[in-house]
C-alpha cells in the first residue's frame, strides 16, 4: 500500500500524534520525579451524584472510585452487566461506600440510551457530573445498532445523545455557587482529526485510525457548542473536554501487532497507568478551579489550547445541527440568538 493512499495518511498523522505524546509525558514524567508532588487534596462530594460512562475498566473506572471515595454517588453506565457489576463490588471493598450502582447502558444503541435515560429518571435523584468517558478505539469497519459507523456512532453521537437527554436534569441540579459539570473525554487524535460533514460515516474511504480521529474531533467541537448554548441560556451547566493522554488501558487491542509488543515492552515507562489518566477527569469534575468554567480543553489538569479548526463556530454549529438530525432531537441551538 502507498503511504500517500487515503487509508495511510490517518495512520501516520495518529502514530505520530501519539509518539509525540509520548515524549512529552516522559520528559514530564522525569521532570517531576525528583519532586513527587503530593497528589491534589479535593473537597467531599457528599449529597452530589454523578454518571461516569465505561466506567467499570480503565479510566472510567479510576475515575468512578476517586468520585465515591469524595463521597459522591456514582452511577456506572456500561454495556456489560458482569463487568459493571463486578466493578461496583470491588470499589465499594476498596472505598468502603456503598454509593456505587450500574445501570445498563449501550452507547452503540440510540434506543438503550433513551431506556437509561428512563431508568435513571425514574430514581428522581439530581445529576451534577456527567462524565462521557466510554469509547472504542481503532476497531474494524462496523455499523451500530442504528447504522452509524462504529467510532463515530459510539464515541460521539452515543454521547451527543446521552447529554441531550439529560440536559434538564442537570439544568435542574445545578445552582449559581455550585454549577452542574459535563466533562467529555477526548484525545490528542483529535488534532489531526478531519471533520468531513458530508461523510460522517467513513464511507467514502474507511480507515479506522481517520474514523478514530474524527470522533475525537467532534467531541471537542460538540462541547464547545454546549457550552455555548449553555451560556446563552443563562443555565448553571459547564462543559468542558479533557485529554487524558496515552494511556495503559485494553483500548490497544485493534492496533498492529508490532505496536502491542511495544506497548508491551515499554508501557511501564512510557504510558499514565489508569489512575495518572483519570486525573484530569477528576480535576475537572470536582475541582474548585474550575468552578464555573466551561468551554475549555484541559490536559495535565491544566487549561490548554485545542485544535484550531475547534474555535470555528460555524463548524460547531454545523455538526450540532446534523447530530440532533441524525440522532432525532430537536436542534436547541436554532431558539438561540
Known amino acids: 500500500m502507498s503511504l500517500l493512499s487515503p487509508r495511510a495518511v490517518p495512520l501516520l498523522r495518529v502514530y505520530c500524534i501519539g509518539l509525540g505524546v509520548i515524549l512529552h509525558q ?49 452511577i456506572i453506565a456500561g454495556n456489560s452487566e458482569s463487568e459493571g457489576q463486578e466493578a461496583v463490588r470491588k470499589i465499594k471493598e476498596e472505598t468502603l461506600t456503598g454509593k456505587v450502582e450500574f445501570l445498563y447502558c449501550d452507547l452503540a444503541s440510540m434506543k438503550s440510551i433513551r431506556q437509561f435515560v428512563q431508568q435513571f429518571r425514574a430514581k428522581n435523584c439530581p445529576l451534577h457530573v456527567l462524565v462521557n468517558n466510554a469509547g472504542v478505539m481503532l476497531v474494524p469497519e462496523r455499523k451500530t445498532e442504528d447504522g452509524f459507523e462504529e467510532h463515530f456512532g459510539l464515541n460521539y453521537l452515543g454521547h451527543f445523545l446521552l447529554t441531550n437527554l439529560l440536559l434538564d436534569t442537570l439544568k435542574q441540579s445545578g445552582t449559581h455557587s455550585h454549577n452542574a459539570r459535563i466533562i467529555t473525554v477526548s484525545s490528542a487524535t483529535h488534532y489531526v482529526g478531519k471533520l468531513h460533514l458530508d461523510d460522517l460515516q467513513s464511507r467514502c474511504s474507511y480507515s479506522s485510525h481517520g474514523a478514530y480521529a474524527q470522533s475525537k474531533l467532534a467531541l471537542v467541537l460538540f462541547t464547545y457548542q454546549l457550552q455555548h448554548l449553555l451560556t446563552a441560556n443563562g443555565s448553571h451547566v459547564t462543559a468542558n473536554v479533557v485529554d487524558p ?70 463548524l460547531q454549529r454545523r455538526l450540532w445541527t446534523e447530530s440532533c438530525k441524525m440522532v432525532g432531537i430537536s436542534d436547541e441551538s436554532s431558539r438561540v440568538p
Request: charged share 25%.
Open 26 to 74: 516522559l520528559r514530564r514524567r522525569l521532570r517531576l520525579r525528583p519532586r513527587c508532588p503530593p497528589a491534589p487534596v479535593f473537597p467531599t462530594q457528599n449529597g452530589k451524584v454523578a454518571i461516569v460512562t465505561g466506567g467499570a475498566k480503565g479510566i472510567g473506572y479510576q475515575t468512578v472510585k476517586h468520585l465515591a471515595r469524595l463521597g459522591m454517588h456514582v
Open 245 to 314: 493522554g496515552v494511556v495503559n488501558t485494553e483500548l490497544y487491542k485493534h492496533v498492529f501487532w508490532v505496536v502491542k509488543m511495544v506497548k508491551w515492552m515499554t508501557a511501564w515507562l512510557l504510558f499514565k497507568t489508569a489512575e495518572e489518566g483519570a486525573s484530569t477527569t477528576i480535576y475537572a469534575a470536582v475541582s474548585p478551579e474550575v468552578e464555573g468554567v466551561g468551554g475549555c480543553y484541559l490536559y495535565n489538569e491544566e487549561r490548554t489550547k485545542s485544535a484550531e479548526v475547534t474555535y470555528d463556530e460555524e
